[in-house]
Nanobody
Framework: VQLQASGGGLVQAGGSLRLSCTAS????????MGWFRQAPGKGREFVGF????????YYGDSAKGRFTISRDNAKSTVYLQMNRLKPEDTAIYYC????????????WGQGTQVTVSS
């Protein structure tokens, strides 16, 4: 499975962006699609994931209340809607996929840059 992330860009603080992650082929319903980010000089941070089977999301602390993860199985696409963006949200955002019963994400996208100006 190849993943293609898109939708990044430059936005002012308080603005919104929607990232997309499209799989190269139809992903199985027992997959989980996750979002991660990595800011300059920092380690990878978990943002959240969505279950492709029932669409239920789970969020990391940095995403709660501002970010929404959703999926469109027909388009093999997962979305990360980011609202009320802050400069500290500046990072490269990656999407990844794993089997729902696996602890490790097996497939990774190339990342898309999000820059939030103050």
């Amino acid at each position: 499975v190849q993943l293609q992330a898109s939708g990044g860009g430059l936005v002012q603080a308080g603005g919104s962006l929607r990232l997309s992650c499209t799989a190269s082929r139809r992903t199985l319903s027992d997959y989980v699609m996750g979002w991660f980010r990595q800011a300059p000089g920092k380690g990878r941070e978990f943002v959240g994931f969505v279950s492709l089977s029932d669409g239920s999301p789970y969020y990391g602390d940095s995403a709660k209340g501002r970010f929404t993860i959703s999926r469109d199985n027909a388009k093999s696409t997962v979305y990360l809607q980011m609202n009320r963006l802050k400069p500290e949200d500046t990072a490269i955002y990656y999407c990844a996929a794993k089997y729902s019963d696996s602890s490790d994400y097996r497939y990774w996208g190339q990342g898309t840059q999000v820059t939030v100006s103050s």
